[in-house]
């Protein structure tokens, strides 16, 4: 005999370790779906577990005549069918209609009756043979009460309603079944329909049986032989056709404990008596607990922890199907563990763990296309670079390497998909492809740098009248073609055109702020200073023909100095604002006007503060501050400065002009001289002699040009001179004269003769 278990205490206390050591001693969790539970209900005293110990052979309490009528079980007791199989448990539960309760009778009958029509596959009815037919028979409440709870479940399932007649009298079986069936009959539909439920039949609801028992007290042995017949009928009462014919909505056994206990606290918590499908509810616990504990498993496997912390160093061979087989492996014992519960559920918490298990991998996934992402822009880089350097053309080169290494972007990508999961690398591609353009467009920005930085830096140091149209000449021709060539090298990427635009209005702002820079640079103090003193060099230096300047007399410097003065003011003009944007201003004219009066110096009425000056300001009129480079006052005090240290320069050249004169009227003395001297030495005749030798004339033809470029500076001015020395200082000087004429080479003294003896030919000739 096979001792109870009371499962729900008399004050509904639910026993929640007891079911567990139940379930443990009698392997019930380890029967899957081949179990059967059978519970009785009935009227006090009615002989209930008698019943129960005799079919099952089980160990209930039973009543003991001798001691008089009276509650007997208190609260339900469950216990392991030792005669029966497949595994059967059989559940004991207190009358109902007891006096021993009082007013708190109906709530415990009701939740007690909820109770077994969720959990049993089969209801015994025990039911006296007297109450049939009478309207107010014992039975007739619970019965109701059986209707009305039934009809009450959010999705009952169809369970078997067997009615035990006991202390069957001579009345035929067939009368009683079919006065009984009325009665069933007149209950049912006398019970309200729910909305959910309306106009069903209570065929819908139970397979109704009837049987009949001899007195126990009376007729035993015939009790005991009726009773081995309805035992029969429990022997695999869980197969088609048998009691429990309908177990579509059975929960395994191993969610048996779960499912008992949250039904018992959702009857016990809510007044209405409403429950969910014991089905669903028992599934829906114990198939979230094994999820969890794959998912638990999962998150400890060592395979997955090694391939976690191999993804954070790099790409991983084999990285998707890898973790899609990990992945598999603990989604497959899910299956394996939750195939007995119901079907809907155990899909819901199939796919909840799935997501879970997704997510927990989600990180290592992303950071593998990291890598991938990382280590194929950086090819991209270098394959590009290597072709540039080779010689190849942008447009060309970037439409080989982009496609090129998308491509194995792509494959690498479907290597490291995950089966269980819809993920996909579209936004990692996407981002890709972004710093692809971005280093494409870094390089066109570079290219376009260096062209513009260098031509631009030139333009400003030529200094020419027409600097900023050259510049914005350059900037729109190397701009669009820069613009040109990016446009064609994207084609290939499928950019909205916006997107498209917006990169090469920011290649064009680019090339413009390199302009802005170099044009900064260009316009330091420092540096504009410096060109302002080489271009006033330059042109007060050297000629039209770019020849070097001997301050001779006729040399105008005031005159050059004021064109040196203007062309150094130019550069200031041309640095003191920028002009991108072809708009006009009044710069030169005012600097000219203000820094040059028609001496060439700042005007005298400005210096006295007679008018105001027009340069003691920090903005010009018609310039944007963004645009300004240098301010009116930092124009000013630059060309003071600049003034200051050419001043020098000036003064100088002026200074050399003078000594040339000077110089020029001490050579004439002294040709003249050194001339008269000679010829008095050697004498006329021997002189003219000399002259006219033919090496002599030879030597005066091969440096004609010279003498008379000489001759214009000596002329006439030596015979002035030496009219005025007279015969007799030429004689004094004969002896002299001779000595030095003999330290002369014989070529020096025939050209000193002959530049006296031909002097008047030449100045006929020159003058």
Not at 283 to 290: F, K, N, T, Y
Not at 466 to 490: P, Q, Y
Not at 557 to 579: C, G, P, V, W, Y
Request: with cysteine.
């Amino acid at each position: 005999m096979e001792k109870g278990m009371q499962l729900i205490d008399g004050n509904g206390k639910f026993n929640v370790e007891g079911l567990q050591d139940f379930m443990t001693t009698t392997e019930f969790a380890q029967c899957g779906l081949s179990y059967s539970v059978v519970a009785i209900i009935g009227p006090q005293s009615s002989g209930k577990s008698t019943l129960m110990n005799h079919v099952f052979g089980t160990d209930f309490k039973m009543l003991n005549a001798n001691k008089g009528r009276g509650q007997t079980t208190k609260g339900i007791w469950i216990a392991k069918s030792s005669e029966i199989e497949p595994f059967t448990i059989a559940m004991d539960l207190e009358g109902t209609d007891s006096s021993a309760r009082g007013e708190d009778n109906t709530a415990f009958e009701k939740q007690s009756t909820l109770f077994a029509l969720a959990i049993a596959d089969t209801v015994l009815v025990n039911m006296w043979c007297k109450d049939i037919g009478l309207e107010h028979a014992a039975c007739r409440p619970l019965l109701k009460l059986v209707f009305q709870v039934m009809k009450r479940l959010f999705q009952p399932r169809k369970r078997t309603l067997l009615f035990v007649i006991r202390d069957h009298t001579r009345t035929p079986l067939e009368f009683l079944e079919t006065a009984l069936m009325k009665d069933i009959e007149k209950i049912w539909a006398a019970v309200a329909e729910p909305e959910t439920h309306s106009s069903a039949a209570l065929s819908d609801y139970f397979n109704v049986e009837i049987t009949s028992l001899s007195s126990y007290e009376f007729e035993e042995d015939k009790f005991k032989d009726q009773v081995a017949h309805l035992k029969q009928r429990f022997f695999n009462s869980n197969s088609p056709r048998d009691l429990a014919d309908d177990r579509l909505e059975v929960e395994p056994a191993s969610g048996f404990s779960v499912c008992a206990e949250k039904i018992w606290k959702t009857i016990k918590d809510n007044k209405d008596l409403h429950i969910p499908d014991p089905k669903v509810m028992a599934a829906s616990v114990r198939c979230e607990e094994i999820a969890k504990e794959k998912l638990k498993q999962l998150t400890s496997d060592e395979k997955w922890l090694e391939l976690k912390e191999d993804v954070q160093a790099g790409p991983v061979p084999w990285f998707g199907a890898t973790l899609s087989s990990i992945l598999a492996t603990y989604l497959s014992q899910y299956d394996k563990e939750v195939i007995y519960f119901d079907q809907d559920v155990r899909n819901v918490k199939r796919k909840q763990l799935e997501l879970n298990a997704l997510e927990v991998v989600r990180d290592a996934y992303v950071t593998m296309l990291e890598h991938l992402s990382s280590n194929t822009l950086e090819t991209f880089k270098t394959k590009l670079e290597q072709l540039l350097n080779e010689g190849e053309g942008f447009v060309a080169s970037a439409r080989s390497c982009a496609r090129s290494c998308l491509h194995e972007f792509d494959q690498r990508c479907e290597d490291a998909a995950i089966r269980q999961s819809e993920w996909n690398a579209s936004n990692v591609r996407e981002k890709l492809t972004c710093d692809m353009l971005s280093e494409m467009m870094a390089i066109c920005e570079e290219q376009l740098t260096d062209v513009l930085a260098d031509e631009v830096q030139s333009l400003f140091e030529a200094g020419e009248t027409d600097t900023w149209l050259s510049v914005r000449n350059l900037l729109e021709s190397k701009t669009e073609n820069a613009v040109s060539e990016f446009s064609n090298a994207v084609v290939g990427f499928k950019l909205h055109r916006s997107a498209i635009d917006t990169k090469l209005e920011h290649l064009r702002e680019k090339a413009r702020n390199v302009v802005k820079r170099k044009a900064k640079e260009a316009a330091a103090a420092e540096r504009v200073l410096t060109r302002m003193k080489d271009r006033f060099k330059q042109v007060f230096n050297r000629d039209e023909i770019s020849k070097s300047r001997f301050w001779t007399r006729e040399k105008n410097i005031d005159e050059i100095e004021r064109n040196a003065l203007s062309a150094s003011l130019k550069i200031l003009s041309t640095m003191a604002a920028m002009r991108l944007d072809k708009l006009t201003d009044q710069i030169e004219h005012l600097l000219f006007s203000s820094l040059m009066g028609e001496s060439g110096d700042i005007p005298s009425s400005q210096l006295t503060g007679a008018t105001p000056d027009p340069l003691a300001s920090n903005t010009w009129e018609e310039v944007s501050p963004n645009d300004t480079l240098l301010t009116p006052v930092e124009c000013k005090s630059l060309w003071m400065e600049f003034k200051e240290d050419m001043k020098y320069k000036m003064n100088q050249a002026r200074s050399d002009q003078e000594a040339l004169r000077n110089a020029k009227r001490v050579i004439k003395i002294v040709v003249g001289v050194v001339g008269a001297a000679a010829i008095t030495a050697v004498g006329v005749p021997t002189a003219m002699k000399i002259a006219a030798r033919p090496e002599v004339a030879a030597v005066l033809k091969a440096v004609t040009t010279w003498l008379l470029a000489v001759l214009k500076y000596i002329g006439m001015e030596v015979l002035e001179t030496l009219k005025y020395i007279g015969i007799d200082v030429l004689e004094m000087l004969k002896d002299a004269a001779a000595m030095a004429v003999r330290s002369l080479q014989p070529e020096i003294v025939a050209i000193i003769i002959a530049l006296v003896t031909k002097q008047s030919d030449w100045r006929q000739q020159y003058y």
